[in-house]
């Protein structure tokens, strides 16, 4: 069970290119996410508690999602709760993720809303 399209959006390759700097395995780690809590959050209906949809954007369509767990191989012993943040738009008419932004909650508190709402307010 996949995706029909993922796609990283151009500010999320450079923060992901950033972050690799400190945390080598985040590839492999972003991997793994797709394919064990995108999917079961959005295909099998199976709510972890890890992914949260974020609200007060002024935006209806796409859906957009901030991951808490993420567990990131480079910080050991941290499992699920590394400090890693992914937010994602969820189109679910078209069966695809975009991944927005990947940050490190010791570098920044919180997601870029601004660049949600840059991105997204086309479609609403």
Request: hydrophobic share 35%; with cysteine; proline share 2%.
């Amino acid at each position: 069970m996949k995706f029909k399209h993922i796609e990283q959006l151009d500010k999320f390759k450079k923060d992901l290119k950033k972050l690799l700097k400190k945390f080598p395995s985040l590839e492999e780690d972003l991997e793994s996410l797709v394919k064990a809590q995108l999917i079961a959050y959005h295909k099998l209906k199976v709510d972890n508690h890890g992914i949260f949809a974020i609200e007060n954007l002024g935006i209806q369509t796409p859906k957009i999602f901030k991951v808490k767990k993420f567990a990131c191989k480079s910080l050991k012993g941290k499992g699920v709760n590394s400090g890693i943040r992914v937010t994602y738009a969820y189109f679910s008419t078209e069966d695809r993720v975009e991944l927005i932004e990947i940050y490190y909650k010791g570098d920044q508190e919180n997601e870029n809303r601004e660049r949600i709402k840059s991105y997204y307010t086309k479609y609403s």
